[in-house]
């Protein structure tokens, strides 16, 4: 009883220990929505930062910051300008009356100088800077007018150095406080905004000059505070930045802190290489630099003293929330939390691609459907109905003003509707002619029979006709929803490639990167793409060796051996000056290679033939062999085959599958004109991965696969492409071996020879007796022989030989047997 009780007790204080951390976790996001509304959306961190400004000096009495801040929250947060005044007032009062009577005085003198040139001034932001030069300017000699009712060539140089500080700081503060007040941003921070924001912090922190806790500099303790920030969450390059920045700026605003400046640096840099240690690690490096800047010198104070600002600088360090480091590292570039919000914009900017695709592919195919209607059948109230419509024209014409009208459709309504109906099926039938009988018959039945057969023949050719056009607006639809479905398809097929990812092979690289380093090969980078079996892709940055393919003979081997499999140079872009980087690119070889031997030759040996032939790498390890022989000869055929070929490949290269291709090149032949220009093509489809063959065949000749001395005969029965806008496209599928010709011509060749009665044994004769398996001497053989058979060239010629072998590598590869089964 105990045990269950337990067991029930226990899941009821796991649910409630949830609750609780849900609760808690509700609580601090309310309180943090409340804190960003009430300092951010507000406006009241800029009373915060306006107050400390305020009190800000430079050389124990220079005011610079004020007026800037001011200007530029009056042109960015303009509602909140009254805001920042007060702070700045208020700030400028803890120093003296007449700074803040100065600051609200300056303040005035800028608004009314804005307010009034306004309207002559095109770009506000770029005119700011000036307005606040000049209002300084003459605001510090009014100033030191109104007081020793003189101005001297000193304060002449100080009114110029404090407006020129103003015209600087102007520029920074219109950067770095959009970064402040904005809530959400989202972009990355460039070099200059860090800098900005990295001044204006420092130039904040300057007004709590003076301010101590128990004895202890608050301007110490914040800056070694920021330092430490910065160097955690950006590194080494940043945390030096920072501490020489705030140093500078607090050494110009008391000449006391110049030592401070060596004591931040140094920590700025210690820390953030010691960043790997986390938290620690960087309140190590401070301390260190504390240590050894205290020891040189410190500047008046003592170590002990610099020794506990440090530590109340770690202890509010420690305390910070990894939320608020991690969120300003994903602003920094170079940061792994900037590169993981890089990497989600990029995959969320990827899905939203994939989406859109697929949203197109959605509608092609929606589209397609639409014109897919033609798959449904003509029922018979639909017959009925056309035939009821063919008949009433014929009446309509006739039997109307017939006398004997009743008598036929009223008393005799069924025979009469079947003999008329059985007329124009006959008619029909038989291209307008009637058996003796149904005529003999209906000659009986009415008595204007022979004008009724004339009006059903004169009727029955508009009616075929206008059945002729409905068929062919049903085979142009269905051509359409196909060459549809073969788009949508294709965009389908690119959003789910768009969805990708590119795998993290870290460890892959540096197994590959020590392996070959070890070997000794100096290799500047590797990156992984894939490691897919069949489908390596890795790019590398090597040396450049002033071409004694070092990539070639040593690194591809290697990775062949490390991989399993063998890997070729893909491409590799060499540099363009001595002792530069070469970027290479491997990849994976395909199981099969093929070579191809072409012979040509126009009808009478002119220069111009009907024939075309085109090789088409198509990538995804496929490789097209075509041949199109355009109707007739000359130019007007060889244009016509040409562009046939060329439009294949273009169609082919976009990912549509071949009996789709084949159809929208049909379509596009038989609607373009008018004219009786027809084209053959002879395709075949090689899989270098399997040497799997697809033959797509329209009204070509016979192929043939000689294998040994064995010869196979490939053909298939389809129309030449232009004659008619729909056709099945017959495809047939072999499978070749290493070894094998693939031997594909044109009728020129097929029917060359003379005095031959069966074409197909003369052929497989003559390829059967050839003891050569090179392509090109046999496609120069096989036409030889049909020239010397013929005597003569009659017709364009073509042939074109594909010789099927293993990809054997140029080189072996070189064993790394420890690193095989580990980058694997």
């Known amino acids: 009883m105990e045990k269950v009780e337990r067991n029930l007790i226990e899941p009821i204080g796991e649910v409630n220990l949830n609750q609780s951390k849900l609760e808690i976790a509700n609580g601090l996001n309310k309180f943090q929505l409340k804190m960003e509304s009430l300092f951010l959306k507000k406006g009241y961190i800029l009373l915060i930062i306006g107050f400390l400004l305020g009190r800000a000096l430079i050389l124990a009495k220079l005011t610079p910051f004020t007026l800037p801040f001011f200007a530029a929250v009056y042109l960015i947060r303009r509602d909140k300008a009254p805001l920042v005044l007060f702070g700045l007032i208020a700030g400028a009062a803890t120093l003296s009356m007449i700074n803040a009577a100065y600051t609200f005085g300056v303040a005035i003198v800028f608004l009314l100088l804005f307010r009034l040139t306004k309207s002559w001034v095109g770009n506000e932001i770029r005119s700011l800077p000036f307005y606040v030069f000049f209002t300084l300017l003459v605001g510090k000699l009014g100033k030191s007018f109104i007081l020793t009712s003189k101005v001297t060539l000193y304060d002449g140089m100080m009114s110029g150095v404090e407006a020129s500080l103003g015209f600087i700081l102007t520029l920074i503060f219109l950067q770095s406080i959009p970064l402040i007040t904005a809530s959400k941003r989202k972009q990355s921070l460039k070099t200059e905004e860090i800098v900005c924001l990295i001044i204006m912090l420092a130039s904040i922190m300057t007004g709590t000059i003076g301010w101590s806790i128990y004895d202890l500099s608050v301007e110490h303790i914040m800056s070694r505070y920021l330092v430490l920030l910065f160097a955690f969450v950006a590194g080494a390059t940043v945390g030096s930045t920072v501490g020489v920045v705030t140093g500078l700026i607090f050494s110009l605003a008391s000449v006391a802190s110049f030592y401070h400046m060596s004591l931040l640096a140094f920590s700025g840099l210690l820390g953030g290489l010691l960043k790997e240690g986390k938290k620690i690690g960087v309140a190590i490096g401070l301390f260190i630099a504390t240590l050894l800047i205290g020891m040189y010198g410190e500047g008046g104070g003592t170590l002990y003293k610099t020794l506990l600002e440090t530590c109340a600088a770690v202890v509010l360090f420690l305390l910070t929330p990894q939320v608020l480091t991690s ?46 209607t033609y798959d449904e059948p003509m029922d018979w109230d639909d017959k009925d109905r056309e035939l009821d419509f063919f008949l009433s024209n014929v009446t309509e014409k006739t039997c109307q003003t017939c006398f004997k009208k009743e008598n036929c459709w009223t008393r005799n309504f069924d025979t009469t509707y079947d003999y008329m109906r059985e007329i124009m099926i006959e008619m029909d039938q038989n291209q307008g002619a009637l058996t003796q009988k149904l005529s003999r018959d209906w000659d009986k039945h009415c008595t204007k029979s022979k004008k009724v057969i004339d009006a059903i023949h004169s009727e029955l050719n508009f009616f075929q006709a206008n059945q002729k056009l409905k068929q062919q607006v049903k085979e142009s639809r269905r051509l359409v929803a196909e060459q549809l479905l073969g788009v949508s398809t294709v965009m389908e097929d690119f959003a789910k490639e768009i969805q990708r990812e590119r795998d993290n092979h870290d460890k892959q690289e540096e197994l590959i990167l020590d392996a070959l380093q070890s070997f000794g090969i100096h290799i500047e980078h590797v990156e992984i793409y894939s490691l897919e079996q069949g489908n390596v892709d890795i790019d590398m940055t090597v040396p450049f060796t002033n071409g004694l393919g070092e990539s070639e003979k040593l690194i591809a081997p290697m990775l062949s051996d490390i991989l399993g499999e063998t890997i070729i140079v893909n491409s590799e872009e060499s540099s363009v000056y001595p002792n530069g980087f070469s970027h290479v690119t491997f990849r994976s070889a395909k199981a099969f ?109 016979p192929s043939f696969i000689k294998r040994g001395d064995k010869v196979i005969k490939v053909q298939a029965s389809n129309l030449p492409m232009g004659i008619i806008q729909e056709f099945d496209v017959d495809v047939v599928s072999e499978q070749l071996k290493a070894g094998d010709l693939l031997i594909m011509m044109s009728d020129g060749v097929f029917e060359g020879p003379k005095h031959v009665e069966n074409y197909d044994l003369w052929m497989k004769r003559k390829i059967g007796e050839l003891k050569t398996n090179d392509p090109q001497a046999v496609a120069d053989l096989i036409m030889e022989e049909v020239i010397r058979s013929r005597g003569s060239i009659e017709d364009d010629m073509t042939v074109v030989v594909t010789h099927i072998k293993h990809n054997t590598p140029k080189w072996s590869a070189i064993p790394i047997q420890s690193y095989r089964k580990k980058a694997n």
Do not use: W
């Open 327 to 372: 969120k300003l590292a994903k602003y920094i570039p170079g940061t792994p939390e900037y590169t993981a919000e890089q990497q989600q914009y990029m995959r969320k900017m990827r899905d939203v691609t994939a989406q859109r695709v697929e949203q197109f592919s959605s509608v092609f195919q929606a589209l397609s459907n639409s014109f897919s």
């Open 593 to 701: 290679t093929i070579d191809t031997g072409i012979a040509h030759a126009a009808k009478d040996g002119g220069l111009v033939s009907g024939d075309s032939f085109s090789t088409i790498e198509l990538g995804c390890g496929k490789y097209a062999v075509a041949i199109s022989d355009g109707m007739g000869n000359g130019e007007r055929a060889h244009v016509e085959s040409k562009e046939t070929l060329q439009l294949l490949q273009k169609i082919l290269q976009s990912g549509i599958e071949e009996k789709v291709a084949i159809k929208s090149v049909n379509s596009v032949l038989s609607l373009r004109t008018t004219d009786e220009i027809f084209s053959t093509l002879d395709l075949a489809m090689i899989d270098l991965q399997n040497a799997s063959v697809r033959f797509l065949k329209i009204g070509s000749t």
